[in-house]
């Protein structure tokens, strides 16, 4: 019986790569939504991503295909496919099939990010990804990134940022924040306020969380240091999701303390997270919960969630 009494597949945006992984000419074959993807980038440098394999005899374009022009080359026969998933070259025959197609899938590239579209439905998207105005600022420098494959559910890991008792009891933060969650159709806004303990004493601070859906989120800690940290979960297959952090810092007066602070609170989030990874891998997934009156907004995340789902869930 599965954890979860809803899709693997939630709708909305998600990232497959990150934008400087796939140079002109570059050739990646993925898998996601469990399904075999291949992405690939064109000489005039559009980034597409289409079903894997061909129609013709199956061989999957991302294993030894090519780049020419603006399309992809198959490997087995030299089958070319443009964005569009249109073939629009067989180099040995003198009429394309009307069939010869595979499936596009739709791209944006924000934040440094290489994102798609899904909806099990087949429906086009009701909003689009936002960039985040740190990403081009020269006051902020990218730190780091790191990433994980993790046997959870987007959902689950997204629940985390209104679990506050978690935090404390968990992760050992020196108290429960208070916590605070709007909704704005797609957009979940959590605003917590926290206590920290640095080698100074305790400091106050605040984690303000903007989720896009469940494919990705810009989380802005402010307190010793500001930080962003743009993180995505996209689903790989019926058991895991692909889960990426990138962190970006604000420039403090030297690139040496920038760097150590930096360092100090990359490492914390990374503690935590590892410490998040059994609970994710073995916990199941209860409707509705049995909830004590200090818990926070799961009742507010949970219905928003909703809305990401093609079938009725929980």
């Known amino acids: ?14 990232q497959v790569a990150y934008s400087d992984e796939l140079e002109k000419g570059a050739v990646l074959p993925l898998r996601y939504f469990g399904k075999d993807l291949v992405l690939f980038r ?35 026969h030299a089958w070319e496919f443009n964005g569009k998933g249109e073939c629009v070259t067989i180099p040995y025959a003198q009429k394309i099939p009307p069939k010869a197609r595979v499936q596009p899938w739709l791209l944006r590239e924000v934040n440094g990010m290489i994102m798609t579209h899904y909806h099990a439905s087949g429906e086009a998207p009701s909003w689009e990804p936002v960039e985040a105005p740190e990403y081009t600022s020269d006051e902020w420098v990218r730190y780091e990134r790191r990433g994980w494959k993790i046997k959870t559910h987007n959902q689950e890991m997204a629940e985390n940022a ?15 924040p208070t916590t605070q969650a709007e909704v704005e159709g797609h957009l979940l806004h959590v605003i917590s306020n926290t206590l920290m303990k640095t080698p100074m004493g305790k400091t106050s601070g ?19 240091v ?9 689903t790989i297959d019926e058991d895991y999701v692909d889960v990426r952090f990138g962190f ?3 420039k403090l007066a030297h690139k040496d303390v920038t760097a150590s602070v930096g360092k100090a609170f990359v490492g914390e989030i990374d503690r935590q997270l590892q410490q998040d990874i059994p ?29 990401f789902y093609s079938s009725p869930g929980a």
């Open 42 to 76: 064109t000489e005039s440098g559009e980034a597409q991503l289409l079903d894997a394999h061909c129609p013709h005899l199956g061989a999957h374009l991302g294993h030894g295909g090519k780049v020419n022009g603006e399309c992809v080359r198959c490997p087995f």
């Open 226 to 234: 500001e930080t962003l940290l743009i993180s995505s979960a996209t």
């Open 248 to 250: 970006y810092l604000k």
């Open 279 to 307: 609970i994710w891998e073995n916990k199941i997934y209860v409707h509705p919960p049995l909830l004590s009156d200090v818990d926070g907004p799961i009742g507010v995340f949970r219905k928003w969630s909703r809305q």
């Open 1 to 14: 019986m599965s954890r979860f009494p809803f899709s693997r597949y939630p709708n909305g945006w998600f």
């Open 162 to 176: 209104v679990d506050i008792a978690h935090f404390h009891h968990l992760h050992g933060t020196l108290e429960i």
């Open 206 to 224: 605040s984690v303000d969380v903007y989720a896009f859906g469940f494919g990705y989120t810009l989380t802005r800690f402010k307190g010793i």
